[in-house]
């Protein structure tokens, strides 16, 4: 699949009037861009945006890369809608949810389907070093039913992230507690938000949040805005 | 379900860990705000965010509340959140804090955030994971359930 190359196909992805993109793709150039095909991993730490430009939108890798030229970055920044780059990143680990809520939003909530590696280590390939701290948010599916072992194997990919104390969240429920690591807890929820507060914390500590949904389906993207 | 929800949230008391609470209002619940508001405060949550039952996505079938069903119910919760100050219903404080702001810091702050959600197998949507799995009927892949109806929905094609 290529990547669309315009923010109108953007849209169009977004509008659901096209196929979702995805990580794999070709780029600007036409060279095929897969996960775990990025020339490098060493995102230390995310600081401030040094300006829109090409390459300054990338995630994951499946956006024409710098300089492509014509590409979706260089469409995307600059422009008065959206921001130059993601605040919250909302992670699907499973579809698969045990309440299986017959409201909910999300299609094959009964199947097991699950998030590899590979795919989250592309996720935090795409986390560019310039931009501002991260919101990631494990949604679902029930994110917890992939169990302890993959979750810690889904984590593991953005722990130098974490570790750097580059995600941070804009508000936190009063009360959330500092936990000793990743993975430690798990809870009932659709939608788990792990974060560092790099301000408040020292950067190997964690906050995790969990919104227990008492119906499964959770809203739109606003629910991370807390 | 709800007794396997309730049943998660005392091991997390048990064990110390904080929570909130996410909840989807179907139209029984749109003249219960108060309620479940209270309900929510004995749990032991300190933040509440809900989401009023939409017709979208896999829920094309579904009947949510009526404007009127949604308009009762957030008066009510907007009500409560004045006499209450316990827990934090995200969309009063969300709307609270934009009305605080500055000219300036609206506008600074107008810009969307794509809000990019992955996929388990990669797939990225933009603006809502409501969009998951979500395709269009020119690029519906062979075999899926067709969920979305747009307005130029072609049945034929699902």
Redesign the interface.
Known sequence: MSVPTSVAA?T?????????????GTDSDGRRVR?GARRHVSVAYIGPMSGPGPGSWR??G?LPGRGGGGGVSEAYTGN????EQ??????????LC??D?????????HLK???TST?AA??VDGIESSWQPVEIVW?G?EPLAVGVKRFVELLEPFEPLRQAGVFSTRRR?????V?PMPGA?C?????SVWASASTDHAPSTLI????????C?????????? | MFDRTIAGIEVLKRRGIPFIVLAVVTEGGTDRAADVLNFMRGLGTTWVGFNIEAKEGANAEGTPPSTEHALRFWRDAFAWCRDDSEVTVREADNLFGFFGLTREQRDADARHDLIPTVGWNGDVVLLSPELLGIRSAAQRLPGRQCAFRSPVHDPAAC
């Not at chain 1, 169009?12 to 794999?24: D, K, Q, R």
């Not at chain 1, 605040?87 to 579809?95: A, Y």
């Not at chain 1, 809870?187 to 939608?191: A, G, L, V, Y």
């Not at chain 1, 995790?208 to 008492?214: D, L, M, N, W, Y």
């Open positions: 953007w169009a992805a977004a509008t659901g009037h096209a196929a979702p993109l995805h990580l794999s996960p995630l994951a499946f008065r809608w959206f921001g993601p605040r919250t990143i909302i992670v699907q680990p499973t579809t045990p309440l809520c017959d409201y909910c939003y999300l299609a094959e909530r389907q699950e998030m795919v592309a996720i949604h599916g429920p009063a009360g959330a507690r936990l807890t809870s009932s929820s659709t939608r995790a949040s969990t919104e227990v949904a008492t119906p389906s959770t809203g739109p993207s606003q629910a991370s805005r807390c």
